[in-house]
């Protein structure tokens, strides 16, 4: 098994091998290479499919108890600096590079049946690759500088699938944007790695850690100045993971293919993010300031998404926006000191939300059989309904995803959430309230989407509901950049078009195959992480923690609390039956008894518009202003030293003409002045 640990390096080599020598071929024999489509999407997979099968025998080595290993080799030297790189594998590192690579292939399985028709097929694939390669380098990363090598290689990967689509402006704003936004985190997280350094002189985690405590503890440094650093560490994880206020990236990432949404949104990108937190623990947990602003800023950004997502009719910003607010869940987990909380929820939520993303994308992709490759009519849930007599197995996944997200056990999400919102309770109550409240709203707005899409009559063929949704958009004041414009009814470039007919259908087997084997870690996987029989929690652990076993579970404090998380799921669940299943209450009459919060939640907040008048349209202000300057002033003075050179060399070249008695009368002339002056004088 050690042979094993030695070879780990391989698990990113591995994806990163697969990307290259498609990338090569694409680059070099670029027709010859799409025309091999399943032959390079085949040893894509197989590699990754390898990657795998060593981090599953990684991890299960993990479980049985061997120690973390690490292989380090020394990158660059000088004087009293030297620069380690190399790889970890502990019980966090196994248990993300499982998460990422069993996400990520069934992912690409899918991706075989979602793109089958997409010119741009095998070069997906090798992005794909690319991105998965980049988010295992990360999380085997055993220090900052490596870490952040493979961060943003992330982000870099994430513009490209993002804007996978760049001749739609829609997708080509929103890669940009997503690109920008991740940009002013990333700044930040320099700044405190560079700072950390300075102050501790390690980019190790541990060291790091211990260090700064040192330094703090004795007055060396002070604690002000080390909440500063961490803080700035933590700004990378606000933009990676869509936390308040850099979340606007999120939704927009929409304009990217469905299964590179289900990659981002689920296992890699925002994924990192949090685990980059859990990282950092070491740092962040003996400083309170620093805890509290991690916590309060996942609480809020887990009620913003939610109260967002609570009017959301496109189906995959709907499911973008519960990802916003399920990563506030595990970041909030985080900040409270729950860190095994926070990781089971990462991992559970990785699963469950992958296949709801999957299941968005077969609903599209059954939708454009009958309303072409609109990309507002194939995604808008007003349009939908009754899918469920069309679409079993993904009306039947995507309810099993709806209940896990929304904690009803025995599914997945209950046991991860519930533990998160014990122990808000314990830490402060009003975290908890907030968590348990966004929880009824995940319920409602969750079940919202499941009603609309799967039951009732189906919508597809009715002119004027289509009508609607066009004209709903097109009277959007601020559709904010890198939302779909109804003038851009081009077709989404995932399908070929084979003519419209009156009814979906269910998506191939290379789709519903990757849905059923995610439905099945969202029903089981939670049950790891059982309060009386913890396992999830005695495997991962937070560093430097000791596990202690309780001589007895407390199971009145626990049917308390899993009663409210439960009780207020249920109410979510019968509103949003009432009202979008029953038809029992109109949304309508709410939406305008209350306009205010109606125009609140389906603007988003007014962030995009805020942000666009401020660093949009602000920075344009400044940059115009700049150009002024620089024309009048700059060019000014420029164009005035040419002037001034110009008209004396012009007035100079008539006294140079080379006749000895003229320059006698000029010598004559000047000192005839100068007698005159100075006589006057």
């Not at 850099?246 to 939704?251: C, D, K, Q, T």
């Not at 007035?651 to 006589?679: H, M, P, T």
Request: glycine share 10%; charged share 10%.
């Amino acid at each position: 098994m050690e042979l094993l640990y030695q070879l780990a390096w391989l698990i990113p080599v591995l994806p990163l091998l697969g990307a290259t020598v498609v990338g090569i071929g694409l680059i070099s024999f670029n027709q010859a290479t799409n025309k091999l489509r399943q032959i390079n999407a085949v040893f894509i997979i197989s590699c990754l499919g390898a990657a795998l099968v060593m981090s599953g025998a990684l991890l299960w080595d993990q479980i049985q108890g061997h120690a973390s290993y690490s292989q380090m080799i020394e990158w660059a030297s000088a004087g009293s600096f030297h620069l380690e790189m190399g790889y970890v594998i502990d019980h966090l590192s196994a248990l993300m590079l499982v998460i990422v690579t069993s996400v990520a292939l069934l992912v690409m399985i899918y991706t075989d049946g979602y793109m089958a028709h997409d010119p741009g097929y095998v070069r997906f694939y090798a992005y794909l690759s690319l991105f998965a390669s980049s988010m295992l380098g990360l999380v085997i990363s055993p220090n900052l500088v490596q870490v952040y090598i493979f961060w943003e290689l992330v982000g870099m990967c994430s513009y490209l699938l993002i804007g996978f689509w760049y001749d739609r402006k829609a997708a080509a704003d929103a890669c940009q944007k997503a690109f920008v936004t991740n940009r002013v985190g990333d700044f930040g997280l320099l700044l405190g790695i560079l700072g950390l350094y300075w102050a501790t002189g390690s980019f190790d985690f541990g060291t790091i850690g211990e260090r700064l405590e040192g330094l703090v503890s004795s007055g060396v440094l002070s604690g002000a100045i080390a909440a500063i650093l961490a803080i700035l560490v933590f700004l990378g994880p606000v933009a990676k993971s869509a936390q308040f206020p850099l979340h606007v990236w999120l939704p927009d990432a929409m304009e990217g293919p469905t299964p590179i949404s289900a990659l981002i949104h689920a296992a890699t990108m925002v994924a990192a993010g949090v685990f980059l937190v859990a990282r950092m623990y070491p740092v962040f947990e003996p400083i309170p300031v620093v805890m509290n602003t991690i916590a309060f800023t996942g609480c809020f950004t887990a009620f913003l998404g939610a109260t967002i997502a609570l009017t959301q009719n496109d189906i995959k910003k709907g499911l973008a926006y519960s990802t916003i607010s399920q990563l506030g869940y595990m970041v909030m987990a985080m900040g409270i000191g729950a860190y095994s909380a926070g990781l089971f929820h990462l991992m559970t939520h990785a699963y469950f939300k992958a296949m709801l993303f999957l299941c968005s994308g077969s609903v599209i992709h059954g939708m454009e059989g009958v309303v072409g490759h609109d990309p507002i009519l194939a995604q808008d849930m007003r349009i939908m309904g009754g899918l469920r007599k069309y679409m079993p197995i993904t009306a039947t996944c995507f309810l099993i995803g709806t209940l896990a997200i929304c904690g009803i056990p025995p599914f997945a999400g209950f046991w991860s959430k519930d533990e998160i919102l014990g122990l808000a309770f314990q830490a402060n109550p009003l975290l908890w309230f907030v968590g348990w409240a966004t929880a009824g709203m995940t319920a409602f707005y969750m079940f919202r989407m499941y009603f609309m899409t799967f039951e009732g009559g189906f919508r597809g063929n009715d002119q004027e509901a289509k009508d609607g949704v066009l004209k709903f958009y097109g009277l959007m004041p601020n559709f904010g950049p890198g939302a779909m414009n109804v003038k851009e009814l081009d077709h989404e470039a995932g399908h070929d078009d084979h003519g419209h007919s009156s009814e979906p259908h269910e998506s191939p087997l290379t789709m519903t195959f990757p849905l059923m084997a995610l439905a099945v870690p969202s029903v089981l996987i939670g049950l790891l992480g059982r309060p009386w029989a913890n396992q999830f929690e005695a495997f991962i652990h937070a560093p430097g923690e000791v596990v202690e076993h309780a001589a007895e579970f407390e199971w009145g404090e626990f049917y308390i609390m899993a009663g409210n998380s439960i009780g207020i799921a249920l109410i979510g669940i019968t509103i949003a039956s009432l009202m979008y299943w029953q038809h029992k209450l109109d949304p309508k009459v709410l939406a305008e008894k209350f306009p205010s919060l109606y125009q609140l939640s389906l603007n988003k907040w007014y962030f995009d518009d805020l942000y666009d008048k401020l660093f949009v349209q602000g920075s344009r202000r400044v940059a115009r202003q700049i150009m002024e300057v620089d024309y009048k002033v700059i060019d000014g003075a420029v164009n005035l030293t040419g002037l001034v050179t110009l008209v004396s060399g012009e007035g100079l070249k008539y006294l140079e003409n080379g006749r000895a008695q003229f320059y006698a009368l000029i010598v004559f002339g000047a000192v005839l002045g100068f007698v005159i002056v100075f006589s006057l004088t």
